[in-house]
Antibody, heavy 121, light 113 residues
Framework: EVQLVESGGGFVQPGGSLKLSCAAS????????IHWVRQVSGKGLEWVGRVRSTADNFAPAYGASVKGRFTISRDDSKNTAYLQMNSLRTEDTAIYYCSRTPTYDTPSDYWGQGTLVTVSS | DIVMTQSPDSLAVSLGERATINCKSS????????????LAWYQQKSGQPPKLLIH???TRESGVPDRFSGSGSGTDFTLTISSLQAEDVAVYYCQQYLNVPRTFGQGTKLEIK
């Protein structure tokens, strides 16, 4: 069974940092791309970024609102992807979901349950 | 960036009736090399992550009831629920996966009339 489990969310002050993890199981992690999507309470979905598989040369990409502040990485030996968030702003407060795409040109077919990040003073 | 615009923002339909949600992209999602439309539909129920319903604009995911169907090509797409069931109450999103950023529509909230 494919599973994705996010962790690392919590409360942080503006300007602070937080690192989220996405632990995967039930599929060949190294062959999949991992995406991060966030959702402000009561609002729509916003694509944050992705990291492709090792075979596709990782090729991280980011949405405009997080570019330069967030970094996505992966450790295939641990079946885990990461979202390093720096210079956090109040508008980054959201539930953060990780999802996988089985190939680089397919949509996200499995999602985690999400982890809540709250940025507030 | 490709802008995705859904209509309507909300929709109330009677049980057993048809529900139709539209999605328009600011540029064509049809990739000429493989003649596929890079458009997906997701369903998100309250308190849950999104669930993939349809990809390539019209291919239903395994296990998705056949009352859900997707159509369209290029820049105009439609998600149709042929006979609304109570469990279909949710917010529905379209997403393009042709380019990064993989943008979503703003969502359509579907309720029972």
């Amino acid at each position: 069974e494919v599973q994705l489990v996010e962790s690392g969310g919590g409360f942080v002050q503006p300007g602070g940092s937080l690192k989220l993890s996405c632990a995967a199981s039930g599929f060949t992690f190294s062959g999949a791309a991992i995406h991060w999507v966030r959702q402000v309470s009561g609002k729509g979905l916003e694509w944050v970024g992705r990291v492709r598989s090792t075979a596709d040369n990782f090729a991280p990409a980011y949405g405009a609102s997080v570019k330069g502040r967030f970094t996505i990485s992966r450790d295939d030996s641990k079946n885990t992807a990461y979202l390093q968030m720096n210079s956090l702003r109040t508008e980054d407060t959201a539930i953060y979901y990780c999802s996988r795409t089985p190939t680089y040109d397919t949509p996200s077919d499995y999602w985690g349950q999400g982890t809540l990040v709250t940025v507030s003073s | 960036d490709i802008v995705m615009t859904q209509s309507p923002d909300s929709l109330a339909v009677s049980l057993g009736e048809r529900a139709t949600i539209n999605c328009k992209s600011s540029q064509s999602l049809l990739y000429s090399s493989n003649n596929k439309n890079y458009l997906a539909w997701y369903q998100q129920k309250s308190g849950q992550p999104p669930k993939l319903l349809i990809h390539w604009a019209s291919t239903r995911e395994s296990g998705v009831p056949d009352r859900f169907s997707g159509s369209g090509s290029g820049t105009d797409f439609t998600l149709t629920i042929s006979s609304l069931q109570a469990e279909d109450v949710a917010v529905y999103y379209c997403q393009q996966y042709l380019n990064v950023p993989r943008t979503f529509g703003q969502g359509t909230k579907l309720e029972i009339k």
